[in-house]
Nanobody, 127 residues
C-alpha cells in the first residue's frame, strides 16, 4: 500500500522560507512523476510543481517560478519543495502526489495524472 507523508509546513511571515518534504513508502520510485499541489478555501486545488523521476525534469506553476524549487532523492523515495520569498497568496494546504508507473499522458501539473495523494501540510504566510 502506498503512503505519502508530507512534513515541513508551518507559519511564516511574508518573505520567509519553508521546505516541505514528502516521503513515499510502499512505492517503487522509478519512471514516475511526483508533484506538489495546493488548495485554499478560496481556490480549487492547483498544481504547484512536479518532477520526473527519470531525468529530474521539473515543471512549475507561473505563480511560483523563481521562488519554489522541487527536488528529489530517489534513494530515500522523498521529494522536496523549497519555498522562498513566500507571499500571503501562498497560504494553502499543500499536498504531495505521485503517479503510477509511467505517469500517463496528462500534463505534470494536472491532478488527473496522479494516483496517490498525501494528507497535506498547512502553510500559512502572514503579511
Amino acid at each position: 500500500q502506498v503512503h505519502l507523508v508530507e512534513s515541513g509546513g508551518g507559519s511564516v511571515q511574508a518573505g520567509g522560507s519553508l521546505r516541505l518534504s514528502c516521503a513515499a513508502s510502499g512505492y517503487t520510485y522509478s519512471n514516475n512523476y511526483m508533484g506538489w499541489f495546493r488548495q485554499s478555501p478560496e481556490n480549487e486545488r492547483q498544481g504547484v510543481a512536479a518532477i520526473y523521476s527519470v531525468n529530474s525534469d521539473t515543471y512549475y506553476a507561473d505563480s511560483v517560478k523563481g521562488r519554489f524549487t522541487i527536488s528529489q532523492d530517489t534513494v530515500k523515495n522523498t521529494v522536496y519543495l523549497q519555498m522562498n520569498d513566500l507571499k500571503p497568496g501562498d497560504t494553502a494546504m499543500y499536498y504531495c502526489a505521485a503517479t503510477a508507473y509511467g505517469g500517463g499522458g496528462q500534463y505534470p501539473l494536472s491532478q488527473a495524472k496522479y494516483t496517490y495523494w498525501g494528507q497535506g501540510t498547512q502553510v500559512t504566510v502572514s503579511s
